[in-house]
């Protein structure tokens, strides 16, 4: 509802009161001396909550997640001395395609030409990593800038918005009377657009002629929320649904038509050959990155068969193999319309049924059951994940990041519950990811959250122990320790024919001490007899558990990542596919 009684704020106030109108409920940050004028309006005016973090990074991290789960943009802060520490989130944020509204505070402007302590070119800086980046000089402006903030972070493709606060413009005041908000811009996608209708029957024609056809869905289906109008198309047309690494719960996993994951993070060789041996594939909300195609072999030669692709953003439509049909819109609604088309115009349209329950069981127990012997000391990343795949409950939220720690639960792990309920950082894949995304997603969920880590991340974010502590949420943070950068090891090993990579090894700590002294509830796991039982209490218990579990390096047991198996069985190592 628009306000149309003029009041004098401060741009403070201002700022706060247009977050409420937008429905924002929590903002991740830290702490400066450039936003003491906006916390102490805060304190006394707004019951937002706060979640102060110990690194900015952190923050940013969380505020993905958050924004992630609750299909709402997330607010992030930070003050002007810790300005670039943000910028790894917002790049997962902006190449995810995930809506955040950043604010930085700053130093008043052209201060920084005076050299003024922590001044740089925020604007400059962030440009590059958000979908706009502006500078507020005036308390007046704030309703206008951002409404268009929160619209253009939650339009077309969803990304974020960066906003630069001069110290000043908090304390300055204001006669106001725009103080509103758009509704449809507090969550996303704020707008659906149908493809073309002409297009989406030439994809319609496509996929009735086809003999083996496939959907691939990328994290944009999850975005859009279509997993009702991706079953509805493929239980009516009898098509497989296979899904990328960060799209994994697009549908539920044990559904008769779902492949599972797919590609080079996580994909098994059954679901890789089902799409590599597939004469038409229909992507959905996916940007065909090297990650989730094998770099670009999985669908062998592009010229075999026939691709048709669905996304919002028109640069991602045909950008890696050549489609017969692009569709320029919003998933859910075009799906959705297509489904009425076909049942209007095709109303005696039989398909045989298919049912790829027995195939997947088959892979799933192949890998169970192989009882591959583990170097000494270690436990196998199968068992933990098979253990967890059989306790999770339905409302659990379960992260992870690059390494070891994502590829055995990306794999392994059943999503039966459709939605965001796996999250990676798959589109940037830098370190220290899935613990601050852990914290993000206790604060946008319910339910139990289980975050997947590697040592070589958790050294990034040992300071959010506290945070996680200190919120009293259930986050289980699991460790796979092998006191390594096991990934780069791996890719030198078996990829660089390296006897020994330089540079990658590290010592040793006793993290279950660390968490301890963080107040966290700890266990290890040193046994795979042991493995449900720690689970189960963990995931029990109400506040921050933390898990150890010493597992080997992907060169000594090589996970499901097709280049590295490929190495593996010319090198007679042994390997999960």
């Not at 009684?5 to 937008?22: D, V």
């Not at 946008?444 to 300071?463: E, K, Q, R």
């Not at 010592?507 to 689970?535: H, M, N, Q």
Request: hydrophobic residues 40%.
């Amino acid at each position: 509802m628009t306000n149309t009684t003029p009041a004098t704020l401060n741009g403070a106030q201002i700022i706060l009161k247009m977050l409420e109108l937008h429905g924002v409920e929590h903002v991740f940050g830290l702490p400066g001396e450039t936003t003491i004028g906006w916390y102490k309006e805060w304190r006394e005016n707004s019951n937002i909550e706060y979640v102060l973090t110990r690194d900015e990074r952190t923050a940013a991290y969380a505020a993905e997640a958050y924004a992630k789960i609750t299909g709402k943009p997330c607010v992030l802060e930070a003050p002007s001395p810790g300005v670039t520490h943000c910028t790894p989130g917002i790049t997962e944020a902006y190449l995810s395609s995930v809506p955040i509204i950043y604010f930085s505070s700053d130093i008043p402007i052209n201060q920084d030409k005076k050299h003024g302590l922590t001044g740089v070119d925020q604007t400059a800086l962030y440009d590059s990593i958000c979908k706009e980046s502006f500078t507020l000089t005036n308390a007046r402006e704030i309703p206008f800038m951002l409404r268009r903030a929160f619209r253009v972070a939650t339009s077309g493709r969803p990304a974020p918005v960066h906003i630069r606060v001069p110290i000043n413009v908090f304390q300055e005041e204001a006669e106001v009377d725009d103080l509103y908000a758009s509704p449809e811009y507090g969550s996303y996608p704020a707008h659906r657009p149908v493809a073309d209708h002409g297009k989406i029957r030439e994809a319609i024609e496509v996929l009735l002629s086809a003999k083996r056809p496939a959907i691939v869905c990328g994290q944009g289906a999850l975005i859009s929320r279509a997993t009702q109008a991706v079953l509805d198309l493929a239980e009516l047309l009898q098509i497989p649904v296979a899904t990328t690494t960060p799209g994994k719960g697009t549908i539920p996993e044990n559904h008769p038509l779902a492949l599972r994951v797919i590609g080079g993070r996580g994909g098994m060789e059954y679901s890789n050959a089902y799409v590599r041996e597939a004469d038409t594939i229909f992507f959905v909300g996916s940007n065909t990155d090297s990650a989730a195609t094998d770099h670009w072999r999985l669908y062998g030669d592009p010229k075999t068969k026939t691709f048709l692709h669905l996304d919002i953003a028109e640069a991602h439509v045909g950008n890696m193999f050549p489609v017969k049909v692009g569709l320029v819109g919003d998933a859910r609604a075009t799906l959705a319309y297509m489904v009425e088309i076909i049942k209007s115009e095709h109303p005696d349209l039989r398909r045989d049924e298919i049912d790829l329950n027995p195939i997947k069981k088959t892979a799933l127990d192949k890998v169970f059951n192989s009882n591959i012997p583990m170097p000494e000391g270690t436990v196998s990343p199968v068992k933990l994940s098979q253990a967890l795949d059989k306790i999770l409950p339905a409302n659990a939220i379960v992260t992870s990041e690059p390494g070891v720690s994502a590829i055995y639960p990306s794999a392994l792990l059943t999503i039966k519950e459709p939605g965001r309920r796996y999250i990676t950082n798959y589109s940037m894949g830098a370190l220290g990811y899935s613990v601050p995304a852990g914290l993000g997603a206790s604060y946008a969920s319910d339910g139990p959250v289980i975050s997947f880590t590697g040592d070589g991340s958790f050294g990034f974010v040992l300071g959010d122990m506290e945070t996680i502590r200190r919120s009293g949420k259930n986050v289980t943070v699991i460790l796979n320790r092998n006191d390594t950068f096991g990934w780069i090891r791996g890719e030198a090993i078996l990829l660089d024919d390296v006897d020994e990579p330089w540079s990658t090894d590290f010592g040793a700590v006793d993290y279950v001490k660390l968490a301890e002294a963080f107040g966290f509830k700890t266990a290890r796991i040193t046994s795979e007899d042991d493995i449900e039982t720690i689970l189960q209490e963990a995931i029990a218990h109400e506040g921050a558990s933390f898990i150890e579990m010493m597992v080997p390096t992907q060169d000594k047991i090589i996970p499901f990542v097709p280049n590295w198996v490929r190495a593996a069985k010319a090198k007679n190592l042994p390997y999960f596919e």
